[in-house]
Every structure is written in C-alpha cells, then in structure tokens.
C-alpha cells in the first residue's frame, strides 16, 4: 500500500484542494517514506529466508543484520527472544555450521544429541545432503 501510494504522489498536485483533506501532512509523509525505507530492508530478508537452500546459520546472519539496522526487533529476532522454541538449539546448530563444535555449552550438547552421527557416514547416509550431518559435537 506505501509503494501504491508514492508510485501515485507523482501524478496529483500539492496545490489541488479536492485531495488535500485525504492526503498526508508534508511531515506523516515524510514519515512514511522512512517507513517505507525500513519496510523494504524486511522485504529483503524475508525473502531470503524463504530460500530453499538457506541453513540456520545463513538465517542467524541475516536476521542479525536486519537487528543491526533495526535494533526494534530484538524482542522478536535476537537468538534468545521469547518467540525461540530452542535457544539452545538453535545456537548450538549455528556453532556446528561455523565450526565452532568445541565452544558448545551443555544445554547445546544436550539440544543436539538426537541428531549426533558417527564421524564417519555409511554408505546409506552419504546421499544425504552435507547440512543434514552434524557431526562431531
């Protein structure tokens, strides 16, 4: 609806007294265009996220990125926010994928047990894709 609306600016008059009562003050608009400045930067990452090959640590990174240009979010985006089902999980999945397996708390160890493999796949697992074996924690 922002982009709507400043796609339309362009084509009335500031001076045409039939749309003044509708139309934003010179000040809510220049509010909306910072709006909508910020509306795209969530746009962006929300459609990266969307990816299909995108792993939890590709998704850690842009949801930090997006908390650096919009600190707001951090009740909702931070790896400890209420909203996260797992904290534990989900750092200790992000740490495997950066290879930082011997910085793993306890609770991390423990979130990531289900899913701990042998060093070595079998041939059975070999097929799987590379993400799908966390090893070695």
């Known amino acids: 609806m922002l982009a709507r609306y400043f796609e ?12 003044a009562d509708v139309l934003p003050t010179p000040a809510v608009h220049r509010k909306l265009k910072a709006l ?14 969307q990816c ?15 908390l650096e240009i919009q600190p707001s979010f951090s009740n909702y985006l931070e790896p400890n926010a209420d909203i996260v089902h797992s904290p534990d ?13 011997k910085r793993l708390s306890r609770g991390e160890r423990s979130a ?20 799908a074996l966390l090893t070695g924690f």
Request: proline residues 4%; aromatic residues 4%; hydrophobic residues 40%.
């Open 8 to 19: 339309l600016c362009e084509f009335h008059s500031a001076d045409d007294e039939d749309l």
């Open 36 to 49: 909508k400045e910020q509306l795209s930067d969530v746009e962006s990452v929300s459609k990266t996220l």
């Open 52 to 66: 299909d090959a995108l792993n939890l640590l590709d998704a850690r990174d842009l949801l930090d990125g997006l």
């Open 89 to 101: 999980f989900e750092s200790g999945v992000v740490k495997v994928l950066s290879g930082q397996v």
């Open 112 to 131: 990531l047990q289900p899913l701990k493999m042998a060093a070595k796949p079998s041939a059975q697992h070999r097929s799987r894709p590379r993400w």
